[in-house]
């Protein structure tokens, strides 16, 4: 059997990032994904609109349900990304933690969310690791003039 790589496409090129870039593009994002593993479930990802405070927490609203129940659970990850698909280009930032939640009268936060319905919880995501990468095709050397 033939596993695929991550990246099959050999004219672009993988870069590490610095966690100083992992927090400035997670910062460009409204939306990102919430994961946890549900014991006899499974994993749960859904998509959340976000903040970063200042101290590099991730903060987001929900009501009552999977997501705060999931967050008692405390091992969480969230994935923030973006993708040029027609260029094969983009980032993916992935930061796992732990999470908390509070109502909001304990920790007021100022979250705009998409979904409708009352979001009286602050769930509060604490990192214990931040990753990122971006791939990004080669540029191929050109003349003054742009030809190869």
């Not at 100022?110 to 990753?131: F, I, K, L, M, N």
Request: contains cysteine; proline residues 7%; negative net charge.
């Amino acid at each position: 059997m033939n596993i695929p790589h991550d990246n099959d496409d050999p004219d672009a090129e993988l870069e590490q990032l610095p966690l100083a870039e992992c927090w400035r593009l997670v910062r460009t994002q409204t939306v990102g994904r919430f994961a946890v593993n549900r014991p006899g479930y499974g994993p749960h990802v859904v998509p959340v609109n976000f903040i970063v405070t200042e101290d590099d927490t991730i903060v987001f609203r929900t009501g009552a349900g999977t997501k705060l129940n999931a967050s008692m659970m405390r091992i969480v990850a969230m994935q923030f990304d973006e993708i040029d698909a027609s260029r094969h280009t983009g980032w993916s930032v992935l930061v796992q933690g732990t999470a908390r939640w509070l109502y909001e009268e304990q920790d007021p936060v100022e979250v705009d969310t998409w979904a409708p319905g009352p979001r009286p919880y602050v769930v509060r995501v604490t990192p214990v690791h931040v990753s990122g990468r971006r791939i990004q095709l080669h540029q191929m050397d050109t003349d003054d003039r742009g030809d190869m």
